[in-house]
């Protein structure tokens, strides 16, 4: 089978969110089932073409946008340490920047983003033709490929290639106004109301993009069944959503374990595994002493937040139960930035409580490594998680997940009974921060039972939350697009 996978953004080459994750680490475990998989994405001016051994192809083409004629070339490279090809399409004027989504000078999204991704679209076509090499299927990602689809099964209605389309992020779908349609090539005639290019006198790109893909999917099973609810969910398109409810399916994000992997990683003190904890303990101490809490402390249970700090994730509910926390036997470390107000309520917390609370308003992605390996507890209270990628981080270091049951927390954190040796975690549900203070205790209660601790912290490791289960689940959406679109099965 071969596979297109078209993205804005793929790991190593240019990340600004999760979907570069998805699109840097899901080919390799395709290519290892035997997907042609290839992977194409805009050149962005902060590309390293050296580093990366990117390579012009010979291919020029000429993009019709509207009244003008817009100049783009495709060029190559492999993934590192790799056979798998990933193209580029080069244009000065829409990818010649600073930024990918966001002017760095503003912090302003480009007023032109529609435009960027309309030549990005059409000039995946364009590539596809100049390298003779035709998918099977196109794999589109989130807004800025919304098109792909489209355009292809307009211009090329008899065209036996089948489409699935991911939905990463909900929030961003593309908005613009009709003026756009001139650019894309496509008439008014195909944006009446309800139709798949009308969304509220716009045109939605994400809405088109589920509209003519043949399989569509999101990062986890019950944040699929979660986005055709409400709005809080759907963020307008819970409506569109339910009418491709047969076609909608959901398919948890992996963890790259080559990255996150407490016996290989070179980020923390000391490497450890399921069957010898000790180096564990010792990651603790050193980053107890790292972040300015006791560091003898060893017997108090440690948790841990990393996180952007915004309403999403859940600090309007735990920041008013925050200290209620910390009046039992804990200590607590966070690290992330976002909200000024929780920003500045941590800092204060921090100077409030030296000894129990830590706040390293900041990213720092080493750090981020040492808190998975030196916590005991991991807190994501959100409010909506798509898919969530720290608790699977935590289980694989033996950091057990305190999380709200919704979206890709639901999926893979179930609540642990220490009598029956089950689950791997602890899970509230009622958006509340009483909810959330039962669940912390109750991980707090559970950490004194030294050997039931460990049986938990094992069977948390003993997860499997590799790229390897997501792929074959890809591999079967693939084969129902093509199916769905050759056969109308």
């Keep these: 089978m071969k596979v297109l996978l078209v993205a804005a953004e793929a790991y190593p080459f240019a990340k600004v969110g999760g979907l570069a994750d998805v699109a840097g680490s899901l080919p390799k475990p395709l290519y290892d089932r035997g997907v042609d998989i290839r992977v194409m994405i805009p050149l962005y001016d902060k590309i390293d073409r050296e580093k990366f051994g990117i390579e012009y192809c010979g291919v020029d083409f000429d993009i019709e946008m509207g009244d003008e004629v817009v100049k783009g070339q495709l060029l190559a490279a492999k993934f590192p340490d790799s056979e798998i090809p990933i193209y580029f399409i080069e244009c000065k004027k829409y990818f010649g920047r600073p930024g990918i989504y966001t002017d760095?000078?503003?912090g302003e999204a480009y007023p032109d983003d529609g435009e960027r991704f309309v030549f990005f679209s059409k000039a995946i076509i364009e590539g596809i033709h100049a390298l003779g090499w035709t998918p099977d299927v196109f794999h589109a990602n989130d807004y800025q490929t919304g098109l792909v689809p489209a355009l292809i099964k307009i211009k090329y209605p008899d065209a036996q290639i089948g489409f699935l389309y991911s939905i990463h992020n909900l929030a961003y779908q593309g908005r613009f106004e009709f003026e756009i349609l001139d650019i894309i090539g496509i008439g008014k005639e195909l944006a009446y109301p309800m139709a798949p290019f009308e969304f509220f006198n716009k045109v939605n790109f994400m809405k088109v993009?589920?509209?003519f893909a043949d399989i569509v999917n999101t990062v986890s099973p019950t944040y699929a069944k979660e986005i055709q609810t409400t709005e809080e969910y759907g963020y307008g398109l819970e409506g569109v959503l339910r009418s491709v409810s047969d076609r909608l399916f959901g398919v948890i994000n992996g963890i790259d374990s080559s990255v996150w992997n407490p016996e290989s990683d070179k980020n923390i003190p000391y490497n450890y595994n399921a069957d010898d904890l000790s180096g564990k303990r010792m990651c603790k101490a050193a980053l107890l002493k790292e972040v300015g809490l006791p560091s003898d402390a060893l017997d108090i249970p440690l948790i841990a937040m990393i996180s952007r700090l915004a309403d999403q994730k859940?600090?309007?509910?735990?920041l008013p139960v925050m200290?209620?926390?910390?009046?039992?036997?804990v200590m607590f470390l966070l690290l992330g930035t976002g909200n000024k107000k929780y920003e500045a309520a941590f800092e204060k917390l921090a100077l409030k409580y030296p000894k129990k609370l830590a706040a390293v308003i900041d990213f720092k992605g080493p750090l981020a490594h040492r808190i998975e390996a030196g916590a005991d507890m991991f807190l994501m209270p959100s409010r909506y998680e798509p898919c969530g990628l720290n608790q699977m981080y935590s289980m694989a270091y033996g950091t057990v997940p305190v999380v709200r049951k919704t979206g890709g927390l639901a999926d893979t954190v179930?609540?642990?009974n220490l009598e029956k040796d089950t689950g791997n975690g602890f899970v509230f549900e009622e958006y509340s921060g009483k909810a959330l203070l039962g669940a912390v205790r109750r991980a707090v209660e559970a950490f004194k039972d030294g050997r039931a601790w460990r049986k938990l912290q094992g069977r948390c490791m003993s997860e499997d939350f590799t790229w390897g289960a997501s792929a074959d689940?890809?591999?079967?959406l693939y084969r129902q697009a093509l199916a769905l679109r050759r056969y109308g099965i």
Excluded: N, W
């Excluded at 859940?314 to 735990?318: E, H, T």
């Excluded at 689940?473 to 079967?476: F, L, S």
């Design 104 to 106: 760095p000078e503003t």
């Design 323 to 329: 200290e209620d926390i910390l009046k039992d036997k």
């Design 473 to 476: 689940k890809y591999i079967e």
């Design 314 to 318: 859940g600090f309007d509910i735990l």
């Design 414 to 416: 179930k609540p642990a």
């Design 209 to 211: 993009g589920i509209s």
